[in-house]
C-alpha cells in the first residue's frame, strides 16, 4: 500500500464475515472513490499478519467457533493492537465487537480474553436471543442520524467506564442488557451489534470514519438516493413490525 492512499482493512473475512458484513468495507471504500479520494484495500486472511499501516480496519461477525479462532489469532499476531495503538481507526460488528472487548464466552464455555481495545465485557444471555430489527439513536456527539440495522446475538455485553454508548435503542435489544445500549466506542476504535450490512442503511457512518481518518471535519457531498431510499424502507419495515 502507498503512503499517499487510504488504506482499508478487512480483518479476517474467512471467518468473520456473517449476514454480508463484507459489505461494509465495499461501501467504505465506495463512498471514498466516489469523493475521488485515492484508496486501497487489503482483505486479510486469518492465516496472514494484520499490518499495522493501515488508516480503517472493518471486522464482521462470525459463528461462535470462527470467532474464538480469530481472537487468539488476533492476540498472538498483535497487529490490530498496535494499529489501534498507533491512531488507526476500527469498525467492528457483533462477534468482532466482542472480540475487542476485554472477554467474550467462547463455544466451549469458557470465558475468552478479547483484544482490550474496548472497555466492554461480554457474557452468554441466559434469556431469549437478540433477534430482529433495530432502530437506535446514535450518540448526539457523533452527529450522526438514526441507526438501522439487524442483530442476532445471545451476548449480553456490559459496557465498563471508559466506554461510550454508540447508541440509545428506540426498540430492539442491543447490547442486551435492558438500559437501551447499544455497541459501544472511544476515540477511535467503534463496536455495535449491527448487521445490514450496517453500512449500507447507514452510509453516515462510513462518511464518519473517513473523516476520522483524514482529520477533516466535511467531506464533499455525494449522491445518497440509493442509501435513502433504503434506509427509509428498512425503518418503515421495522417500525411496522414492532
Wanted: hydrophobic letters at 40%.
Amino acid at each position: 500500500m502507498t503512503d499517499s492512499s487510504l488504506r482499508l482493512v478487512w480483518v479476517y473475512p474467512d471467518l468473520l464475515s456473517t449476514y454480508g458484513d463484507q459489505g461494509n468495507v465495499l461501501v467504505v471504500e465506495r463512498r471514498a472513490r466516489q469523493r475521488r479520494l485515492a484508496v486501497e484495500r487489503l482483505d486479510v486472511r486469518s492465516d496472514q499478519p494484520v499490518p499495522t499501516s493501515g488508516d480503517i480496519y472493518l471486522i464482521g461477525g462470525g459463528e461462535d467457533r470462527p470467532q474464538r479462532l480469530a481472537a487468539e489469532r488476533l492476540l498472538r499476531d498483535g497487529g490490530l493492537s498496535r494499529a489501534a495503538a498507533n491512531g488507526a481507526i476500527i469498525f467492528s460488528v457483533c462477534a468482532g465487537y466482542q472480540i475487542l472487548g476485554h472477554e467474550f464466552v467462547n463455544d466451549i464455555g469458557e470465558r475468552q480474553p478479547g483484544l482490550g481495545l474496548l472497555d466492554v465485557t461480554t457474557v452468554r444471555g441466559e434469556g431469549a436471543r437478540c433477534v430482529g430489527d433495530v432502530l437506535a439513536d446514535i450518540d448526539p456527539q457523533l452527529g450522526l442520524p438514526q441507526l438501522t440495522g439487524f442483530e442476532n446475538h445471545q451476548g449480553v455485553t456490559h459496557l465498563g467506564p471508559t466506554a461510550r454508548p454508540f447508541a440509545r435503542t428506540v426498540f430492539g435489544q442491543g447490547n442486551g442488557t435492558g438500559d437501551g445500549t447499544e455497541g459501544a466506542y472511544n476515540d477511535t476504535v467503534f463496536g455495535t451489534y449491527m448487521h445490514g450490512p450496517v453500512m449500507a442503511r447507514n452510509p453516515q457512518i462510513a462518511d464518519l470514519l473517513l473523516k476520522l481518518a483524514l482529520d477533516v471535519n466535511a467531506l464533499p457531498p455525494t449522491d445518497d438516493r440509493w442509501y435513502e431510499a433504503l434506509r427509509a424502507e428498512r425503518i418503515a419495515a421495522a417500525t411496522q413490525s414492532a
